[in-house]
């Protein structure tokens, strides 16, 4: 592959701000030339907090998660203009080991981040313990904790998940937390693991209507038990996600872990699949790293490089990786610049080799439609977060406004 040569940086104005973008010239033919990086975020703010019930009846919830999360991250990156996404997570419904009584057997696994390895770094390390699940509690926590987006177009959702009675807190009230919600403008979403139209299942839509949400009730289990389609494009789409990771240069006091991470969470995604299925986490994890939402610009230099304030000359050299240490100063932006232009040459082969296989698993899908009482997590989270979503001025691509 040519070098492509350095030629200027490019000041794009956008709706939302301006943002200013590296861009070098390429004098391949434009059939070889790879897709444009995906551009920073320059969208309404999205802060997402998942909150699930771990406790002993619960596995098909908490796998569920781990498998199908990238589905849900790539749903929310076809949305337009793309969002600052920002994810958390609450576990509760544990063991009093871990899960103390004092916090309502609440636990904050991981605050609002644009580090989604971290998110699903924790969402692995979930275990089924079994304890008193506290709805009210987890939700006032989620709200009482999180710095939640000042923007005033932002969107801000929690969603709460488990099979148990809604009302069981005996000292916080649901009422009282969907008035925090409205006034901190945040919609609470339930989601009820189990049948609906039994008194339970009224319960968690109640208060999902009070708190300004949606309810769905799903099975829990429908995403492990799934067998998903398999195609000829998953194990290339897989290899190209790891040949992704070569073009990531970590600086900074974190960012051999934070490598270390991504790579982990690469071996967590292929350990996701149910028996039998075809390794979905897996493809799904690869298409997320090659879109706009999977950002690392905190300890990879590639996405720092796309920020308006880049200046390599102010990383200090003891942040540096070894590559860049060994290469001159005046040599090391050129080097970003090459693994730039490699990461979006993978990046398109990835987007256009998912297209061919989202094209195949249509046409095997439309064979036996589901019917509503078939939603699995990611199928609820990813209807509810594109209404949401609309609501505040995003459009999904192939819907009308």
């Known amino acids: 592959m040519r070098l492509a040569k350095p030629l200027a940086v490019a000041v794009l104005a956008v709706a939302a701000g301006t943002v200013v973008a590296p861009v070098w010239a390429d004098d391949r033919p434009a059939a070889e030339k790879p897709a444009a990086p995906p551009a920073p975020a ?14 002993g009846s619960m596995n098909g919830l908490v796998d569920s998660a781990k498998l199908r999360l990238w589905d849900i991250v790539n749903e929310l990156a076809r949305l337009k203009p793309t969002p600052n996404l920002r ?15 004092a916090t309502g057997w609440v636990r904050k696994d991981v605050d609002l981040t644009e580090d989604l390895d971290d998110v699903y770094k924790a969402l692995n390390g979930l275990t089924i313990t079994g304890g008193t699940e506290l709805v009210a509690r987890v939700s006032k926590a989620a709200l009482d904790q999180q710095k939640w987006s000042t923007d005033k177009n932002a969107l801000r959702m929690i969603f709460v998940a488990g099979n148990e009675a809604v009302d069981q807190d005996k000292a916080v009230a649901l009422e009282e937390v969907a008035g925090q919600a409205k006034k901190l403008g945040v919609v609470v979403n339930t989601i009820y693991c189990g049948p609906g139209g039994n008194n339970e299942a009224r319960g968690w839509e109640k208060f999902a209507a009070e708190a300004g949400g949606k309810y769905m009730n799903i099975d829990q289990n429908k995403a492990v038990k799934q067998v998903v389609v398999k195609t000829e494009f998953d194990d290339q789409i897989i290899k ?6 070569k073009t990531y240069v970590a600086y900074g006091k974190d960012g051999k ?5 991504q790579l982990a969470q690469d071996a967590n995604a292929g350990k996701a699949a149910a028996p039998g299925a075809a390794p979905a986490a897996a493809v799904a994890r690869a298409e997320s790293k090659a879109g706009a939402l999977y950002r690392n610009s905190t300890w990879d230099l590639v ?11 102010k990383v200090k050299e003891e942040e540096l990786c070894d590559e860049l240490k060994k290469l001159k100063p005046e040599e090391r932006l050129a080097f970003l610049k090459k693994k730039a232009d490699e990461r979006a040459d993978i990046q398109k082969k990835i987007s256009d080799l998912s297209a061919k296989r989202q094209k195949q698993i249509d046409a095997e899908l439309a064979k036996t439609p589901k019917s509503d009482a078939d939603k699995a997590l990611d199928e609820a989270l990813k209807g509810l977060i594109r209404d949401q979503a609309k609501s505040k001025g995003f459009e999904v691509p192939g819907e009308k406004k």
């Open 240 to 245: 190209l996600g790891e040949e992704l990771n």
């Open 42 to 55: 320059v969208g309404p703010s999205i802060d997402l907090v998942l909150c699930l019930d771990i406790s």
């Open 87 to 101: 994810v958390a997570l609450y576990s509760y419904g544990g063991s009093t080991a871990t899960y103390p009584a």
């Open 303 to 313: 996405d720092r490089m796309k920020e308006k304030d880049f200046d390599l000359s």
């Open 257 to 261: 872990d934070r490598a270390a991470n």
